[in-house]
């Protein structure tokens, strides 16, 4: 299958489950960082991933419903507090409105500050994380913590063998420059390296993480901003992170 740059990929599908990524609208260049938003789909309930700001609300909506019900849009799991990543929560309540909302518990009480009226429907997700149900497969809040925010989370999807990992593994492209999966590693990891070095905090968040993640099997790794990590690249990623020196504090 092509990848066309405002349509949906399938990064995995089989009978019962896919994750999707769900396009990216040229446009939003202009608006600030480029984001990575996906689905996981499972015998026919959803989750949204990280769905972001305002002005991606539109082409979500309309990718989404290409595929799927809205109303079989279960929950909206966000990794973080960040604007590019809960900005559109309020729209997003309105189009989903049985959507559980999964963060961490930490940011529980910075939400209504978006405009969010009702807070019913939050479920705050504890340090130690928790397991989503969607459909039949459950899905694990990996803990993440001060990757970048102190109330992080990464989502594990056990069928596709795919780890959200939210901003950690984000690149930012150059103007002119966009591809969905990392080709080059040697190339691609110098456009991760100023952000990482910056928005990280310190080495022992990435040994916790490390630990986290060690018995997971993982074919993907599938961030929020920048290219999407498979087959040798994936371990390339870890050994990078290992080897990430000078980082956050070290800094200013
Ligand atoms: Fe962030
Ligand atoms: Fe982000």
């Not at 040229?26 to 305002?54: C, F, R, S, V, W």
């Not at 999807?157 to 999966?181: E, M, N, Q, S």
């Amino acid at each position: 299958m092509s990848i066309k740059i405002h349509k949906p990929y399938y990064i995995y599908q089989d009978k019962n489950h896919a994750f999707i990524w769900l396009g990216l609208d040229e446009a939003e260049a202009e608006k600030g960082i480029l984001t990575n938003q996906y689905m996981i789909i499972d015998h026919g309930e959803a989750i949204l991933l990280d769905p972001g700001g305002y002005y991606l609300v539109e082409r979500i909506v309309e990718n989404v419903e290409e595929i799927i019900d809205p109303d079989n849009i279960k929950a909206l799991f966000f990794t973080h507090q960040d604007p590019d990543v809960v900005g559109s929560l309020n729209i997003l309540l309105d189009v989903f409105p049985d959507a559980k909302i999964y963060i961490s518990e930490l940011w529980i009480r910075f939400l209504p500050h978006l405009g969010t009226l009702s807070l019913d429907n939050i479920i705050g997700i504890p340090d130690d994380g928790t397991e989503i149900k969607i459909g039949e497969v459950k899905l694990k809040a990996i803990p993440a913590h001060f990757l970048h925010s102190p109330g992080n989370f990464h989502l594990y999807d056990p069928v596709a063998k795919t780890l959200f990992t939210g901003d950690l593994g984000a690149a930012i492209y150059p103007r002119g420059t966009w591809y969905l999966f990392v080709e080059d590693f040697m190339k691609h990891s110098k456009l991760m390296e100023p952000f990482h070095k910056r928005y990280l905090p310190c080495r022992s968040a990435i040994e916790k993480w490390l630990e986290k993640i060690r018995d997971l099997d993982i074919q993907v790794i599938a961030p929020q901003h920048g290219a999407i990590f498979e087959g040798e690249n994936v371990e390339k990623f870890i050994e990078w992170l290992k080897e990430l020196e000078m980082i956050g504090i070290d800094l200013v």
